[in-house]
């Protein structure tokens, strides 16, 4: 599976994102997805996850704020990013089975999107 990250930019404080992954395989839509971030000087963390039946997983730090959602049509998991924090900022990438893996387990990350939120 080849995995491609999309949609950051730069956002004042309260702004509002939607991220997308595109992914190829034809698995897609039979695996679960999750969105992950790094931030600068930080270890790479889940902030969401959704299941192939749709169900949601959300980190503390974003639960209320993030939604996390898939298109099986078109390959693609999003992850509507609002009420944005300064802390928010980090390279977001995109993964299969999140459930499944610890970070530190994944051989393969694609390309990440960059998020920078300012004060």
């Known amino acids: 599976v080849q995995l491609q990250a999309s949609g950051g930019g730069v956002v004042q404080a309260g702004g509002s994102l939607r991220l997308s992954c595109a992914a190829s395989?034809?698995?897609?839509?039979?695996?679960?997805l999750g969105w992950y971030r790094q931030a600068p000087g930080k270890q790479r963390e889940l902030v969401a996850a959704i299941s192939s039946g749709g169900s949601t997983n959300y980190a503390d730090s974003v639960k209320g704020r993030f939604t996390i959602s898939r298109d099986n049509a078109k390959n693609t998991v999003y992850l509507q990013m609002n009420s944005l924090k300064p802390e928010d900022t980090a390279v977001y990438y995109c993964n299969t089975r999140p459930w499944d893996y610890e970070v530190y387990e994944y051989d393969y990350w694609g390309q990440g999107t960059l998020v920078t939120v300012s004060s």
């Open positions: 395989g034809s698995d897609f839509s039979r695996n679960a």
